[in-house]
């Protein structure tokens, strides 16, 4: 009995050590089965508080994830290193569970109560007391570094929410400029997002909990604007290849590269070199229309839209798949040309703003104070 509980506390503080090592320290996006455990279980569980909502009550639900997920970890990291170093005492010594347990939780908070003047044991209550505030430290410094990367994403995400609307679209974003005169600040648009998607990549695949941190507007998404941007750059370059800035090039391949990225962080499958060729799952009808309505805003395409599909397909073949399976698994709010969701409920369209003229009377301005 009481080898296999040293086998098993030895055990149990190895999967501690590597979850904490691969979450909190190694600079790489390394797979934690622990945290993504811990993750499918919190998912699922404040799915159960809207069982019949929409997006509206999902969206209120999926706000507590992220700080469950913090605490969680913390929690789990603990009751881990209790497990293991209490069962190492128990293995090690003449002591009773309740003891050994109570000497372990003692030396793991550094309480210090319950500790003995056993000389062999002295070292697992040395290394217990040491487990502790380390540990803790580790998750305090772990949470600068995810707002750091939070407040860059969403600062990006809010001012698209201009150009893109609530949720973002990618044929709004095109809309848009046309609609005001403002297709030249596109380029600029575009290498925002390159650098922002270059971020992302690396800070969302290094610490994959931002995923469950939502933007502070319900219908705002760092993913759905992701995906909004790749469908402007991709039908610009497809409807009007001549006029488009080279930006848009840049901005895609930034994007598809960042998605592939946290996929392999996640441990997703997908198609590292798709076809040109390959069916993706958005319509040719739904690209028909987009068409439409971006040349009823003065959008002026050197294609036509069947001659243009070939060329839009085949640049949201290299990211349909793994921006429809992220939106799924993060709840993102249902855009459309986003995909499917595990909750009820459709697409929901950008509200543009009413356009409102003066009639051409000016008020007088105020008088200057003498």
């Not at 990211?319 to 595990?342: H, K, S």
């Not at 009413?354 to 105020?366: A, K, M, Q, S």
Request: charged share 20%; net charge positive; aromatic share 10%.
């Amino acid at each position: 009995m009481e080898l296999i509980s040293g086998a098993a506390g030895a055990l149990a503080l190895v999967l501690v050590l590597s979850s904490i090592l691969r979450t909190l320290v190694v600079p790489r996006g390394l797979h934690s089965a622990l945290v993504f455990r811990l993750w499918w279980l919190l998912r699922r569980m404040l799915r159960l508080t809207a069982p019949r909502g929409g997006y509206t009550a999902i969206d209120r639900a999926q706000t507590w994830l992220a700080p469950l997920m913090l605490i969680g970890m913390l929690a789990t990291w603990l009751c881990g290193a209790l497990l293991g170093f209490g069962l190492l005492l128990y293995a090690l010594s003449s002591l009773s569970w309740t003891t050994a347990f109570r000497e372990a939780g003692s030396s793991l908070f550094t309480l210090g109560f319950a500790s003995g003047a056993r000389l062999r044991l002295s070292a697992l209550d040395f290394a217990a007391a040491a487990t502790g505030p380390v540990l803790i430290a580790l998750q305090i410094a772990y949470l600068p570094t995810l707002y750091a990367a939070y407040n860059r994403r969403e600062l990006e995400v809010t001012l698209l929410q201009a150009r893109a609307g609530e949720p973002a679209w990618g044929p709004e974003i095109l809309a848009r400029q046309w609609l005001v005169d403002t297709e030249t600040a596109l380029p600029e648009l575009y290498r925002a997002w390159e650098r922002l998607a270059s971020d992302m990549g690396e800070s969302h695949s290094t610490y994959p909990i931002l995923l469950t941190f939502r933007s502070p507007r319900p219908h705002r998404s760092w993913l759905v604007g992701l995906i909004a941007v790749l469908d402007a750059a991709a039908l610009q370059l497809a409807l009007a290849p001549r006029h488009t800035p080279p930006e848009a090039r840049l901005v895609l391949r930034a994007g598809f590269t960042a998605l592939r990225d946290i996929a392999r962080a996640l441990r997703m499958p997908f198609d590292a070199d798709p076809s040109p060729d390959a069916p993706i799952r958005l319509t040719y009808d739904e690209f028909d229309a987009a068409v439409a309505m971006l040349e009823a805003a003065g959008f002026r395409a050197e294609r036509p839209p069947k001659d243009a599909w070939p060329h839009f397909q085949g640049w949201r073949v290299n990211y349909e798949a793994i921006a429809y399976e992220l939106c799924r698994r993060c709840d993102a709010v249902p855009a459309l040309w986003t995909g499917p969701r595990d909750f009820p409920g459709g697409e929901i369209p950008p509200a543009r703003p009413v356009d409102r003229r003066p009639d051409g009377r000016h008020p007088e301005p105020p008088p200057r104070e003498r």
